[in-house]
């Protein structure tokens, strides 16, 4: 009986650097919109209204600056999540018109810290815009989980917001109309 607890233990023990190698892993996302709406219309709703994204967002039950900065790298807002939680999101490149991104600086999700998303936008022959994302995540606590579990998610909030920004700017260019 012995002989099994301590192969069991072994085999605990052989698990942990595969299991810590899932955890501290880079997952990367790709997703893009075609939106009618001119590249201006598009950049206010992801960048310019940075920290009104529960505005936005039926998920963000409240969102906030943090500070005074309010454009370009280094502007920080935190955002209370509906449910319970929060993530604290810090710009960490800003090309006014073109690029936008966004880290995680800290969240009580499974979210790590230094997860990023990158928007880039440009504008087509017709005046109308391509939204890409792209990013990388890793997640905490999950393990050997997170390419099953994290990737989907991960994947759905990034098509999310790219859809919410889809409607949204298409919703002000038509009532501009």
């Not at 790709?30 to 219309?41: D, L, M, S």
């Not at 710009?91 to 009580?108: F, M, N, P, V």
Request: charged content about 25%.
């Amino acid at each position: 009986m012995l002989k099994f607890i301590l192969l069991g233990l072994l085999g605990l023990i052989l698990l942990i650097p595969l299991i810590s190698s899932f955890s501290s892993r880079l997952y990367w996302v790709e997703a893009e919109r075609e939106i009618r709406a001119t590249p201006k219309q598009v950049w206010k709703i992801i960048a310019e209204d940075f920290g009104s994204i529960y505005q936005y967002t039926p998920s963000v039950e409240q969102s906030n600056y943090i500070g005074d900065q309010r454009e370009d790298v280094g502007t920080q807002r935190h955002c209370k999540l509906q449910g319970g939680g929060f993530m604290q999101e810090e710009i960490t490149a800003w090309e006014a018109l073109r690029t936008l991104e966004i880290s995680i600086k800290d969240s009580s999700m499974p979210v790590a810290k230094g997860t990023k998303l990158r928007f880039h936008l440009e504008e087509t022959p017709g005046g109308n815009t391509r939204l890409q994302a792209k990013g990388y995540y890793r997640l905490k606590y999950i393990g050997v989980l997170s390419p099953l579990l994290g990737k989907p998610k991960f994947m759905g909030l990034t098509e999310h917001l790219l859809e919410i920004a889809k409607v949204e700017a298409e919703a002000n260019t038509a009532s501009i109309q």
